[in-house]
């Protein structure tokens, strides 16, 4: 026999209490007229009820339910730039053709504005992203990554980031990218059509990887101005960056 929930033994015995107290009422008062004007009342404000908790209550729940959500999505994602995101940043910036340029709209200052970030974004968004797979080490990506690959296979496995599609797609391209570097014997001689395979690969990451390190800078600015100031502090696009305060 199936077992009866709590849910609707809760529902028999208020409908049961419902019951019992219209019965007293008549005991007392003698009257049925009384009793059903009370109760056809009542249902009548039935539908407005269930309209201000469904359209009210319940967005206002849902709603404090996704700020909670955020702050720890939020508190995941500064876990990655803290323990592996800006020394990932670092190493991808290495092969960087366009690194001038890009050092211009990303020297990240104390003082920035959403109208700022907005500009740097948009940059992002217009740039072609050339990667001269020459210019950085190689073997050092590889190590870092290969080091760094169980945190973020834990990374992956919350699953408070089913809440970031973006930011699971750039850990995705992260972990493709050091299996493409692992598959090889050896990351030295490589014939010129898998360094462009390789380039690609460095491309989409550090691209997406990029993409969500400025918006978690913007979101320190507005939330947590002191990560923010440090983050500043130790921008790697910027050559004088230090955290020393001076």
């Not at 709603?63 to 999505?73: A, H, I, N, P, Y």
């Not at 050092?140 to 980031?161: A, G, T």
């Amino acid at each position: 026999m199936k077992k009866i929930s709590w849910e609707v033994k809760l529902g028999l015995w208020l409908v049961l209490a419902s019951v019992v107290l219209h019965c007293a009422h008549y005991l007392i008062f003698r009257d049925w007229h009384h009793v059903f004007i009370y109760l056809f009342g009542d249902i009548a404000f039935l539908p407005v009820e269930v309209l201000f908790v469904v359209l009210i209550i319940e967005r206002l729940m849902t709603r404090r339910e996704k700020l909670l959500m955020m702050d720890k999505l939020n508190m995941v994602i500064n876990t990655f730039f803290s323990e592996t995101g800006t020394r990932l940043l670092k190493l991808l910036i290495s092969f960087d053709a366009e690194l001038g340029s890009r050092q211009k709209y990303l020297k990240l200052q104390n003082s920035w504005t959403t109208k700022e970030f907005q500009a740097a974004h948009r940059l992002l968004e217009k740039s072609a992203f050339a990667i001269d797979i020459h210019r950085g080490q190689l073997e050092n990506l590889h190590l870092f990554l290969q080091k760094e690959k169980d945190f973020l296979v834990r990374l992956l496995e919350n699953p408070i980031l089913l809440e970031h599609q973006t930011f699971t797609e750039m850990l995705w391209a992260v972990f493709h990218l050091e299996d493409e570097l692992a598959w090889r014997e050896s990351l030295k001689n490589l014939p010129e059509t898998d360094c462009e395979h390789l380039a690609n690969d460095i491309q989409r990451a550090y691209r997406l990887v990029l993409r969500e390190w400025l918006s978690f800078l913007q979101h320190l600015q507005h939330s947590y101005p002191f990560l923010f100031s440090l983050a500043v502090r130790t921008n790697p696009f910027n050559p004088e960056a230090s955290p020393v305060v001076k």
